[in-house]
């Protein structure tokens, strides 16, 4: 997996946009969730250590704003989606700049 262009704030929450249908909170039915991550670091990737064994998972996490219930997201799927989603607006930019250099 490559690690070197971390996934941003914008790009987790695009992912639950455009990904995720449940909208509402699965504890308390409130419709905001915070993703957890800051300007520096971007999306916060957690570690879960698989005991007894050298096992690594990584997550990304959001949080209700009501009641806290906490939702863990696969960071390899999340990462995934963003590197296709990446490649998506490069082609699409490229395109653009073709057509604007046509004067069109
Ligand atoms: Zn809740």
Known sequence: ???TQ???TEELIAF?????TQDNCPSCGHEDFTV???SDLGAWTYAQEVLHSN???LEYKVYCEKCGY???HSAMVVDRWVKLRR???ASAGGAREVKGDNGL
């Open 36 to 38: 957890c991550s800051s």
């Open 1 to 3: 997996m490559d690690f």
């Open 16 to 20: 639950f946009t455009e990904v995720s």
């Open 70 to 72: 906490i939702r863990s």
């Open 87 to 89: 490649e998506s607006q």
């Open 55 to 57: 096992i690594v998972t």
């Open 6 to 8: 971390k996934t941003t």
